[in-house]
């Protein structure tokens, strides 16, 4: 699997481009609106087939490029299937699998943050949106979160995976750019040793976060996909590659 990992400064947020090197059969997870133009362009000069935008869940902070990559490139846009997001092509549960030439991605439902998160596992990396962050976690504070369904699916569905995993986050504040399960286990300050469930939640609930300064406009622009769907304009459900 290739992959290039990008990045939108204004909102910290990383997006993957991820390919086949014999097919060039390619998705994009999490790409954000303002940085179409240049993510066209890489998909273009690469000579990829984009079959998927991929997101995480329905984010707060930015807008989804996803709707303009599927006019240029006439690719599927995936969101889980609790999105309010009609304008979507697939609607993703746990188990799902996204092909692309040889490649896999599986679907690992991860609620908590919102209740439409997902993370995407590769044989050797999972691109975990912004349920697990490199020595962080997402936000509970807004939309659907839930501070004990966060510790669930980080315990239940990331912690039990090998330590060598890589760990892509949606979003990073410091500069990093890639973790392993293993260092966050070892090294989250929210997760690390035995951490409880109650005192997950005790340190969530703590927290005292501005609201994201976009969030007004990137969540009803996110169930849009990013554009304007017009009334009977809609795309109808699709189906994954078996």
């Known amino acids: 699997m290739q992959m290039r990992q990008l990045f939108d400064r204004e909102s910290s947020t990383y997006s993957y481009l991820l390919w ?29 087939v984009l079959r998927y935008s991929l997101e995480t869940h329905i984010h707060a902070d ?65 691109f975990t949106g912004d349920t697990l962050l490199i020595r962080g976690s997402g936000r509970t504070d807004f939309q659907s979160g839930d501070a004990g369904c966060a510790y669930d699916s980080i315990m239940q569905q990331l912690f039990v995976l090998p330590d060598h995993i ?17 260092e966050e286990k070892r090294h989250n300050p929210r997760l690390a040793g035995n951490q409880t469930r109650e005192g997950y939640i005790s340190i969530m609930d703590g927290m005292e976060l501005d609201k994201p300064k976009k969030i007004d406009i990137a969540v009803p622009g996110n169930e849009r996909c990013g554009i304007h769907a017009s009334e009977g304009q809609v795309n109808q459900a699709g189906t994954l590659r078996e």
């Not at 999490?30 to 890489?42: C, F, T």
């Not at 949606?170 to 293993?182: K, Q």
Request: charged share 25%; proline share 3%.
């Open 20 to 48: 086949d090197k014999s097919s060039l059969e390619a998705v994009m997870i999490d790409p954000v609106l303002e940085q179409s133009e240049r993510d066209i362009r890489l998909i273009e000069e690469l000579g990829l």
């Open 62 to 126: 930015h807008i989804t490029g996803g709707g303009l990559l599927r006019e240029r490139f006439n690719c599927h846009v995936a969101v889980h299937e609790n999105a309010e997001a009609s304008c979507a092509d697939v609607w993703l549960k746990q188990g799902d699998h996204i092909l692309f030439g040889d490649n896999s991605l599986k679907v690992l439902y991860t609620p908590g943050h919102t209740n439409t998160d997902i993370c995407y596992l590769a044989a050797d990396r999972v």
């Open 166 to 182: 890589r760990v892509y986050p949606a979003h990073d504040y410091n500069g990093m750019t890639v973790s392993s399960i293993g």
